[in-house]
Nanobody, 123 residues
Framework: QVQLVESGGGSVQAGGSLRLSCASSGRTFSILTTGWFRQAPGKDREFVATIPWNADRPTYADSVKGRFTISRENAKNTVYLQMNSLKPEDTGVYYC????????????????WGHGTQVTVSS
């Protein structure tokens, strides 16, 4: 089993920045891909970004390209999501997820999920 704990959410004005962290524990050696997803009220959970264990070829949703950066620090078993130039449409609960296969962001391909952290962007 793998446990994931997100932190770093909060409320910011449009144009601001936040950095989310996802700390993992347990059988972390089994994880090939870590990702961030988000869910706005009344909407489906959507892909934001993924990063493989060796940090090559991160992937991003078109809506966040150029504004968000995913990175990882394997020595700390932590994955980060730096979010800049935030927009009101970025509001939602952000979830960290981990999978035992390579994935470019399909929800069903992830095996473990955190409880989420709220991000609210006001205009």
């Amino acid at each position: 089993q793998v446990q994931l704990v997100e932190s770093g959410g909060g409320s910011v004005q449009a144009g601001g920045s936040l950095r989310l962290s996802c700390a993992s524990s347990g059988r972390t050696f089994s994880i090939l891909t870590t990702g961030w997803f988000r869910q706005a009220p009344g909407k489906d959970r959507e892909f934001v970004a993924t990063i493989p264990w060796n940090a090559d070829r991160p992937t991003y949703a078109d809506s966040v390209k150029g504004r968000f950066t995913i990175s990882r620090e394997n020595a700390k078993n932590t994955v980060y999501l730096q979010m800049n130039s935030l927009k009101p449409e970025d509001t939602g609960v952000y979830y960290c997820a981990a999978g035992q296969r390579r994935s470019s962001g399909v929800v069903s391909e992830f095996d473990y999920w955190g409880h989420g952290t709220q991000v609210t962007v006001s205009s």
